[in-house]
Every structure is written in C-alpha cells, then in structure tokens.
C-alpha cells in the first residue's frame, strides 16, 4: 500500500521526537531499530523507507536538537555564549559514548549547527 508523501513526512517526524526521547533516556547504542520506530507506534520494518541507516537517524536528530537549542538561545544576545555551549556539550558527549562512529556523527552534527550559525567549526575532534 502507498501512503501520501505527507502522511510518509508526518511519520518521519514522529520517528524523529520518539526516538529522541528514547535515546536520551536509554542511549543510542544500546537501542534498536525496532525500538526506535515502537517509540513512534511504527513497526521497524518502516524504518529504511525513512532513514539510509541508524547513523542517519541520529546525525538528523543531534542537528534537530543542536537547531533548536540555537533558536532558544539567539533571542537572548547570548549567541557566542550558546554557541560555545553546544560545542562543549557535543564534545563531552561524543566522549561519553562507546562507538567511535556515533561520536562522529555527534561531532558532525554540532560542525553543521555551527556553519549554519555562521560560526567555524574549529577542530571538534574525539
């Protein structure tokens, strides 16, 4: 059956708040795609019709919560403040996890956050 590309968008974005919630509450690593798409009332077949790969899922995800931590903290005149906060934040979090590749991928996520702010990455390394 094919769905619409509005009810596929609207299920992706659930998948996206789930398992945001999830992994911050159980770890990345430690949860599967199955349940990362129970989260959202999904079953985890759906799951590669909306993300290439886990790693997918979280870089989107890290971006999506660096993205809205920027937008909390602009309104203030705090930008550099929030900016290096992020970057502090990301780094000490891609230390904390296990696999190399997620670390990455966090590091990665917080690159985009600042280019998109205007900002240089710098050499945000594990």
């Known amino acids: 059956m094919r769905y619409s590309a509005t009810h596929k968008a609207a299920n992706r974005e659930r998948v996206l708040e789930a398992s945001g919630a999830l992994v911050k509450r159980e770890g990345f690593a430690s949860t599967g795609v199955d349940q990362l798409m129970g989260a959202a009332g999904l079953t985890g077949g759906a799951f590669y019709s909306h993300f290439d790969s886990k790693q997918a899922l979280l870089r989107e995800g890290v971006e999506r919560e660096l993205q809205r931590s920027r937008e909390l903290l602009l309104p ?16 000490m979090l891609a230390r904390t996890v296990a696999n190399q590749d ?5 590091l990665k996520g917080a690159r985009t956050m600042l280019e998109r702010a205007g900002g240089a990455a710098g050499d945000l390394r594990v």
């Open 76 to 91: 203030d005149g705090e930008a550099a403040w929030g900016v290096m906060s992020q970057c502090v934040g990301a780094l």
């Open 102 to 106: 997620v670390a990455r991928e966090i």
